[in-house]
């Protein structure tokens, strides 16, 4: 057997005959995750593959796909397989059956499944899904052709071909694909009409209808199929038809119109019609053939849904049940009030006389049911509406609070009315509804945007889609709260930080004297030639002259001259030398910052070059009287004069900033650059003038 070299990219878990199917991740980065999640698991080439059952690892590669791989064989020869399909859709008959499976369940259906096997066609090419209810063929690839007429309404794979005459005949076909979602499978069904583009809808919008398998797309086409097309007229510009073939057309949209009136004497007339009808050749005839083989159909469908009626109603009389007579009679005058055979003419007479010898009261019980359910239906129309505008969100939120308490309002009116998915979706709001609405959080989409969601998994850049009812998969009209949460729990982040630095840098600006005992005063002899001076309070004007002087010296920008401000590394942001100091703290709408940090300015100070012998001698002796201060108080003297601070010179940072000395806040034009394209904006002069007052306070 020749060796295949295709790359295997499914297996099973847990065993050979496992049908469990799992597809392994093409990335070197992906695979690491995958081996963690499934480090106790095991990986088999199953049987329901068309492998040959052995054992698989899988293999790790950063210049080429990753797969999976047999493990050698005892001689320490290359494991030989015949498994003929090995890519990422060698398992969907496995993924169908599971998907079809869960759908299925969740409909209290119990389905069985089998891979049919026909002669040439290998495992996998058609699936069947049989349930009590129906069955469904799946055929996957070209392999087998399609079946129309035994009873199994097939579901072909996209490249699976079908004729047009098909397409009319049927009205419709149904499509299946799956696409791959990290490591799985999702299944999706498409329907596809004549002259219609083929629509997608996730499984669990589909449902077990009395045609069969339905989309949301079927109901439209059916409905437009059966709806009578009017007759246009325009004078001056009638196209001038055929005698033969208008009447052809005519007799097709009578047809159409007795079938929805749902008319057996109308369908039976114009079926005869048809059939009396001559010279009518090609596609049109095909189309009249078509009409009147499914007009028979329908007859024979009526006939037997006739004949349970009048069982029903036969029944109904016998057991004494007057609101169960009161429906039926108002069926059987709305669909077979004509033709009735002598024995439907007596089960209907004998309703009737039953009917018609109730009391009083027992009528007035029968009328009140039957109000009741007007009402009910009146609810269930109400539940789909309210569901149909619902199908966009997968949270409560206060704004659809009113719509939420109107579904269920309705649905407790309805009862069993309501069909199995619309009452799944009704429980699914009214778990929602329990557990209390929630604020939708209120951020630009231009944010939240930037962050991927932890909860629908959207990636950055991407919308959210929905991820709970039918339209799961849809982009959701806004993010989902846990992705805008983001966004705000940074924002506040932000704000604290901004607060504790602003408060760091007050602190700084303004030192707190730390709190020291006051020491006890010594008794000291008064000198008789120096009276005791009693202390003058401070004028107002003086304590707000020292708060400022005291203010200036703890900038630490006027201590420093302008030429050192950046000649050592910022230990902040750890700008180098020369280099301007980050805008971490948002000073000014630069990226960086027009004066450097104070802890850059602090290092700077107390730097061993710029302090010289006799400034540290000078520095030590200021600090020791400062101690000899705090111990002994010194002797009340004649209060000296004050010393004028020294005006500050240019090349401090208190001087006058001129405009092409700063970052333009309108261009973002760097210092001594111009401004782009007028020079300079008005915006980086009056910002000059701004910094200049900061600096001076």
């Known amino acids: 057997m020749r060796t295949d070299r295709r790359r295997i990219q499914t297996a099973v878990l847990g065993g050979a005959d496992s049908d469990k199917p799992l597809m392994l991740p093409m990335e070197a980065i992906e695979l690491d995750a995958f081996r963690r999640a499934h480090e106790d698991d095991t990986f088999w080439c199953g049987t329901l593959l068309g492998g040959c059952g052995g054992q698989l ?104 071909p079908v004729d047009r005459g098909t397409l009319i005949r049927r009205w419709y076909v149904h499509r299946i694909r799956l696409d791959s979602v990290g490591t799985a499978r999702h299944v999706r069904i498409g329907t596809e009409a004549f002259a219609r583009p083929i629509e997608w809808f996730a499984l669990d919008e589909c449902e077990m209808t009395e045609r069969g398998l339905s989309t949301p797309a079927v109901q439209k086409i059916v409905q437009a199929r059966t709806a009578p097309r009017p007759s246009l007229w325009l004078p001056g ?79 109904a009389v016998a057991e004494q049940k007057p609101g169960r007579v009161r429906r039926l009679l108002m069926r059987v005058n709305a669909t077979a009030a004509e033709d009735r055979t002598d024995s439907e003419s007596a089960v209907y007479e004998r309703a009737i006389t039953y009917f018609e010898s109730l009391d009083d009261l027992t009528r007035d019980v029968v009328e009140a049911e039957a109000d009741r359910e007007k009402g009910a239906q009146k609810a269930a129309a109400r539940v789909r509406s309210v569901l149909h505008r619902l199908r966009g969100y997968d949270a409560y939120s206060f704004d659809l609070r009113p719509q939420v308490e109107d579904l269920l309002r309705s649905a407790a009116s309805a009862g069993e ?67 805008l949460q983001l966004v705000v729990d940074e924002r ?15 602190e700084v600006e303004d030192p707190a004297e730390p709190m020291r005992p006051a020491p006890e005063p010594r008794e000291r002899e008064i000198s008789p030639t120096r009276p005791l001076q009693e202390r003058r309070p401070k004028t107002d004007r003086e304590g707000q002259a020292q708060e400022v002087s005291q203010k200036t010296a703890a ?5 420093v001259p302008h030429g050192d401000w950046y000649r050592m590394v910022c230990p902040r942001c750890h700008a180098g030398p020369g280099k301007l100091c980050n805008n971490d703290d948002r000073v000014g709408p630069s990226e960086k910052r027009q004066l450097p940090h104070d802890e850059r300015l602090r290092r700077v100070l107390q730097s061993d070059d710029r302090i010289g012998p006799g400034e540290k001698q000078k520095g030590a002796r200021d600090e020791g009287q400062q101690q000899a201060v705090d111990v002994v108080p010194p002797p009340r003297a004649r209060p000296r004069r004050r010393e004028r601070k020294t005006q500050e010179t240019a090349a401090s940072a208190a001087r006058t900033w001129h405009a092409r000395e700063v970052t333009c806040p309108k261009c973002q034009a760097s210092p001594h650059s111009p401004c782009t394209p007028h020079d300079p904006h008005h915006e980086r002069v009056e910002w000059a003038k701004e910094f200049t007052r900061k600096l001076w306070g």
């Open 57 to 160: 690892t899988t293999k790790l590669y950063t210049d080429r796909a990753c797969h999976f791989a047999h493990h050698p064989d005892l001689d320490g020869l290359p494991h030989v397989c015949g498994r003929r399909s090995r890519g990422v859709d060698s398992a969907d008959h496995l993924y169908v059956r599971s998907a079809a499976s869960a759908w299925l369940a969740g409909r209290g259906e119990q389905a069985t499944f089998e891979y049919t096997r026909t002669e040439g066609a290998p495992v996998g090419s058609i699936v069947d899904v049989r349930w009590r209810h129906g069955a469904l063929r799946v055929h996957l690839d070209q392999a087998v052709t399609p079946v129309w007429d035994d009873g199994v309404e097939p579901v072909l794979g996209t490249m699976v």
């Open 237 to 315: 510009k009638a196209r001038k038809v055929p005698e033969t073939e208008a009447r052809a057309q005519a007799l097709l949209r009578r047809l159409v119109y007795a079938r929805r009136i749902e008319s057996v004497s109308l369908v039976k007339q114009v079926c005869g019609e048809i059939g009396d009808l001559t010279g009518v050749e090609g596609e049109l005839q095909e189309q009249l053939e078509a009409a009147v083989r499914h007009a028979r159909i329908w007859l024979v469908e009526q006939n037997e849904v006739r004949r349970k009626l009048f069982d029903k109603l036969k029944k």
């Open 417 to 483: 009315l309501l069909m199995r998915g619309e009452a799944r979706r009704v429980e699914v709001w009214k778990k929602r509804a329990a557990l209390g609405p929630q604020e939708q959080l209120r951020v630009a989409r231009r944010y939240w945007i930037q962050r991927s969601c932890p909860r629908c998994n959207a990636e950055e850049g991407k919308d959210c889609v929905l991820v709970e009812g039918p339209s799961s998969g849809k982009p959701r009209k806004d993010g989902h709260n846990e992705r």
């Open 492 to 506: 506040k982040a932000a704000q604290r930080l901004a607060r504790q630095q602003r408060k760091a840098r007050q």
């Open 555 to 559: 900038r630490l920008h006027h201590q």
